[in-house]
T-cell receptor, first 114, second 114 residues
Framework: KAGVTQTPRYLIKTRGQQVTLSCSPI?????VSWYQQTPGQGLQFLFE???????NKGNFPGRFSGRQFSNSRSEMNVSTLELGDSALYLC?????????????FGAGSRLTVL | QQQVKQSPQSLIVQKGGISIINCAYE??????FPWYQQFPGKGPALLIA?????SEKKEGRFTISFNKSAKQFSLHIMDSQPGDSATYFC?????????????FGTGTLLAVQP
């Protein structure tokens, strides 16, 4: 069973540019969530999607956006990049239930902003 | 209120010893408390999780102890092995419905010396 696939794994951008990151969830998982991981702030929730609808959003500026497609694949976009956006961006998929949901994370996309 | 405080920041344990990582929270609405393990270059992976109506959960060498009145929970790794060397994150899920939003602790870097 394939895991969560994130592309690209590494990328370098300059300030002011924009970036799009992609996430393919585990087959059958309809829920996708995104997290930002930095040494200073740790793991912070960005947003989550279920059946193409955003269900929850973290405390990030509007430059951070995402979407989910009908096949459950998801993308996140960061516009007008800042140096502080350098981070590992993690995507996780799961069956979304009210019980003990298990998040399966991808290996992440490491973004460096110069 | 939405924070999860984790300690220690780093931990060195001898092979065969017990590793103990502690977390504390304020928000009594949290309804699910997972622990994640992350190796370098990988995404976090669910290790073990507990709900607040249970005081202890054991899976192999890993045990979560949960103290609802103190709003604390801890991970115990018995017979620690060099392969356990990784970063460990506690987390909590805000209650109120099905969501993949998790509030993570700041992480503990565990080194198990042979």
């Amino acid at each position: 069973k394939a895991g969560v696939t994130q592309t690209p794994r590494y990328l370098i951008k300059t300030r002011g540019q924009q970036v799009t990151l992609s996430c393919s969830p585990i087959s059958g998982h309809r829920s996708v969530s995104w997290y930002q991981q930095t040494p200073g702030q740790g793991l912070q929730f960005l947003f989550e999607y279920f059946s193409e609808t955003q269900r929850n959003k973290g405390n990030f500026p509007g430059r951070f956006s995402g979407r989910q497609f009908s096949n459950s694949r998801s993308e996140m976009n960061v516009s007008t990049l800042e140096l502080g956006d350098s981070a590992l961006y993690l995507c996780a998929s799961s069956f979304l239930t009210a019980g003990a949901n298990v998040l399966t994370f991808g290996a992440g996309s490491r973004l460096t902003v110069l | 209120q939405q924070q999860v405080k984790q300690s220690p920041q780093s931990l060195i344990v001898q092979k065969g010893g017990i590793s103990i990582i502690n977390c504390a929270y304020e928000n009594t609405a949290f309804d699910y408390f997972p622990w994640y393990q992350q190796f370098p270059g990988k995404g976090p992976a669910l290790l073990i999780a507990i709900r607040p109506d249970v005081s202890e959960k054991k899976e192999g060498r890993f045990t979560i102890s949960f103290n609802k009145s103190a709003k604390q929970f801890s991970l115990h790794i018995m017979d620690s092995q060099p392969g356990d060397s990784a970063t460990y994150f506690c987390a909590a899920r805000p209650g109120g419905g099905a969501t993949n939003k998790l509030i993570f602790g700041t992480g503990t870097l565990l080194a198990v010396q042979p």
